[in-house]
T-cell receptor, first 114, second 115 residues
Framework: DVKVTQSSRYLVKRTGEKVFLECVQD?????MFWYRQDPGLGLRLIYF???????EKGDIPEGYSVSREKKERFSLILESASTNQTSMYLC?????????????FGAGTRLSVL | AQKVTQAQTEISVVEKEDVTLDCVYE???????LFWYKQPPSGELVFLIR??????QNEISGRYSWNFQKSTSSFNFTITASQVVDSAVYFC????????????FGTGTSLTVIP
């Protein structure tokens, strides 16, 4: 089974802090994704990566950055957390190759910024 | 542009009733994939089905069935004889050929099955 692991289920941070959300997958997938989920808005793509050291902006990249130094790990960084970044963050991974490959998700990190 | 609409925000049914979750999509691509995911209270999105644009056959898996109609750009999901364990948020998603692996999600439908 594909396993996508997010390092924390719950995080509480203060405004202005630098926040790291970590995601690790164990299926040697090329593609990795970060989404945020908010009530009434569904899932919105923040950043994604097709390969090590590569990254692409999604629909809402402002206020976020990412890092992919190893194939299995994709980190989301909030350089200076703000209250409007309070949300559920979901990581996913998928195979390269034929488009439309299934994305597998982690359990999510619920971040509260006070 | 790609878009997925799930007009039903919340649905409640009594156990053993059938329920259909609607999904309407928009894309100009001729090659695309449609997906359904289930998000139980634990939070993790669980993959249920993938359908490509060239395959309009309906699919049945146990109590779950999917009806794909290109003529109406819909990919609806029916749960037969619902159970309490079906209570979750269900998401429909679209992936089109010109956007690679990027998914476009609907806003989700929250299903509550009342015992």
């Amino acid at each position: 089974d594909v396993k996508v692991t997010q390092s924390s289920r719950y995080l509480v941070k203060r405004t202005g802090e630098k926040v790291f959300l970590e995601c690790v997958q164990d299926m040697d997938h090329e593609n990795m994704f970060w989404y945020r989920q908010d009530p009434g808005l569904g899932l919105r793509l923040i950043y994604f990566s097709y390969d090590v050291k590569m990254k692409e902006k999604g629909d809402i990249p402002e206020g976020y950055s990412v890092s992919r130094e190893k194939k299995e790990r994709f980190s989301l960084i909030l350089e200076s957390a703000s209250t409007n970044q309070t949300s559920m963050y979901l990581c996913a991974s998928s195979d390269q190759g034929a488009k439309g490959y299934i994305q597998y998700f982690g359990a999510g990190t619920r971040l509260s910024v006070l | 542009a790609q878009k997925v609409t799930q007009a039903q925000t919340e649905i409640s049914v009594v156990e053993k009733e059938d329920v259909t979750l609607d999904c309407v999509y928009e894309t100009r691509d001729t090659t695309y994939y449609l997906f359904w995911y289930k998000q139980p209270p634990s939070g993790e999105l669980v993959f249920l089905i993938r359908r490509n644009s060239f395959d309009e056959q309906n699919e049945i898996s146990g109590r779950y069935s999917w009806n794909f109609q290109k003529s109406t750009s819909s990919f609806n999901f029916t749960i037969t004889a619902s159970q309490v364990v079906d209570s979750a948020v269900y998401f429909c998603a679209l992936s089109a050929s010109n956007t690679g692996n990027q998914f476009y999600f609907g806003t989700g439908t929250s299903l509550t099955v009342i015992p």
